[in-house]
Each structure stands twice: as C-alpha cells, then as structure tokens.
C-alpha cells in the first residue's frame, strides 16, 4: 500500500496529480486544504478501494493550522511515501514592491515559503522509508522563481526562496528526494501545454527516477 498527501489540494494539479498516482497503484490518499467543500469534491473523484482522508481547515500560512493538518493525515492513513506541496500565495493581493506592505510581503513568504520548510521539517521526521522506492518530497514551483514579473514581487520571492529551500534540503537529506516542478505559465487557461493534466506527469516521472538519476527540478 502506497500513500500520497497533497498539501494545498485542489481541483487544478493537486487533483491531476493525485489521480495519476492512483492510477500506478497509490491506495491511500491525504488531502489538505483550507476549504471542506473543496475537499469533499475531490474525494468523490476516487474510487471506493482508495481510503482517502480530508485535512480541512490546513492554511499552509499558518504553522500550527499546518502541522494539524499533516498530523491529522498520518493518524489515519500512517507514513507518506510522497508528499506534494502544491500551496501558493497566488491567492493573495499583487502590488508593485514600493506599495507593498512589509506585512504583505511576508504573508507571501508564509504560504509559499515557511509552509514548504514546516511541511520539509515534518516529511524528514514522519516520512517511510521502507517503501519500494525512496521517499520523494515535491514541491510546485513557478516561472517567477528565475523571472520575476511587475507587480508578482511576493510570490516571486517566495517562489524563488522555495527553490533553494528545496536544494538545501537536498543537501541535508539526500535519503529523499527533493524536487520542484517550475510551471512556467498560467494552468489551465487555454495553453494545451499547460493543461494540468500534462504537467502531473513531471511528478510521477521525478518520483520514478532511479537515484544516481535524481533531479532537483523540472521546468514546465
């Protein structure tokens, strides 16, 4: 039995992406994500034999909100063998730097950075390892991290700084692979490149690579 959490869960990658991997054999599913609804409406995507598990009310901006949710994932479904933290600050307002609130700024680097380095902290300690493949950690990263864009300062640089959080926990950590999906363009919106069906498959192809094969990210 293998088990996936996704961390930011929604209709758009974190959907695509849990879906592929239950379609390799993945029978145990954790989601999490702020809003119930949205939760439930996922869950109802899956077939009866995968035991799925909702951590409603999990704000990845939000240390404790977030470590309830991750806590609450394995107390029903046990050990990950990949977690996927699919967050964003998207959500949150865009101002040039010069109108942007310090408070702002470090709303964005809460979400899309500190949630990835709590969610990082907690797989290294909660994650198993005794699984047909070593444990894989993956993170959603965007274009912005290497080519910021006006008035996308905070989640750029939040983006960016995920980046190479992901590196430095590849450093520390090398028994797991850590990796970063950049998404270079908006999902979903028309662009057949980007639909968020072709873009799962980086992670399930990250997760399958051998180890003296291992990339730290993959640029969509």
Not at 70 to 91: E, H, R, W, Y
Not at 185 to 198: A, I, M, P, R
């Amino acid at each position: 039995m293998s088990t996936i959490f996704v961390i930011g869960a929604g209709p758009q990658i974190g959907l695509r992406v849990t879906e592929l991997f239950v379609s390799k054999g993945f029978t145990s599913v954790g989601l999490a994500s702020r809003s119930r609804s949205n939760l439930e409406k996922l869950a109802a995507k899956f077939p009866d034999n995968v035991k799925v598990t909702l951590a409603e009310g999990t704000d990845a901006g939000d240390v404790d909100s977030l470590m309830r949710g991750l806590d609450t994932l394995q107390k029903s479904l046990g050990k990950p063998d990949v977690v996927v933290f699919n967050a964003s600050s998207l959500f949150l307002p865009h101002r040039p730097l010069m109108e942007m609130s310090v408070e702002a700024f470090e709303a964005h680097l809460r979400t899309s950075l500190t949630g990835g380095f709590v969610t990082g902290q907690w797989t290294v300690k909660n994650m198993n390892k005794d699984g047909s493949l070593p444990p894989a950690v993956i993170f959603t990263g965007g274009g912005l991290a290497h080519q910021p864009r006006q008035n996308y300062s905070g989640l750029a640089a939040a983006k960016a700084g995920l980046l190479n959080l992901t590196k430095a926990f590849q450093v520390e950590h090398p028994d797991i692979h850590w990796a970063v999906v950049t998404v270079k363009g908006l999902v979903d919106k028309g662009n057949e490149f980007y639909t968020s069906q072709l873009i799962s498959q980086n992670y399930w192809a990250l997760y399958q690579q051998k180890k003296e094969d291992w990339q730290v990210e993959i640029v969509h």
